[in-house]
């Protein structure tokens, strides 16, 4: 099948940004647990098995991760309710001060990136995000 210009520069497009956002990570600590970190803040109370899910990411990542957020004091391990083979991971305090800086960094990250583009490049990029954002949550698991 040839390439479609359009399916190309998606993907292009998709890729640069995952690697400007990927280096901001990075420039904040370890690239996996920031990640966790803000799934976390913006989804409240999950299990490892959530975060698998949501991220996409190898169980083993991810338990390597929140261990490594459980001793720095970033996140805590909660007995489940429902099952007693899980836990409930929560963000501390501490855990949400870093999740919040992080998130505020990504923030500027893309702010800058749009204010790169004049008005009307903004206000089309905008109109056309938000239904293939809408495509990618149906798809999403």
Same mark, same amino acid.
């Given at each position: ?83 007693? +083979? *899980?836990?409930?991971?929560? =963000? ?11 998130? %505020?960094? !990504?923030? $500027?990250?893309? +702010? *800058?990136?749009?204010?790169? =583009? ?11 995000? %938000?239904? !293939?954002? $809408? ?7």
């Amino acid at each position: 099948m040839p390439r479609q210009p359009d399916s190309a520069l998606l993907r292009e497009t998709m890729i640069l940004f995952e690697v400007s956002q990927r280096r901001l990570l990075l420039g904040l600590g370890s690239l996996t647990p920031n990640r966790l970190l803000i799934v976390l803040m913006r989804k409240g109370a999950l299990t490892p098995t959530d975060l698998v899910r949501i991220t996409g990411l190898e169980k083993s990542w991810i338990s390597r991760a929140v261990d490594g957020l459980v001793e720095e004091g970033f996140v805590q391990k909660a007995p489940s309710a429902t099952d007693r +083979r *899980s836990v409930r991971l929560t =963000l501390t305090d501490a855990g949400l001060a870093q999740a919040q800086r992080v998130d %505020a960094a !990504l923030e $500027d990250n893309s +702010r *800058s990136l749009l204010a790169a =583009l004049d008005t009307e490049q903004r206000r089309a990029l905008i109109a056309a995000l %938000a239904p !293939l954002r $809408d495509v990618l949550k149906d798809r999403a698991p």
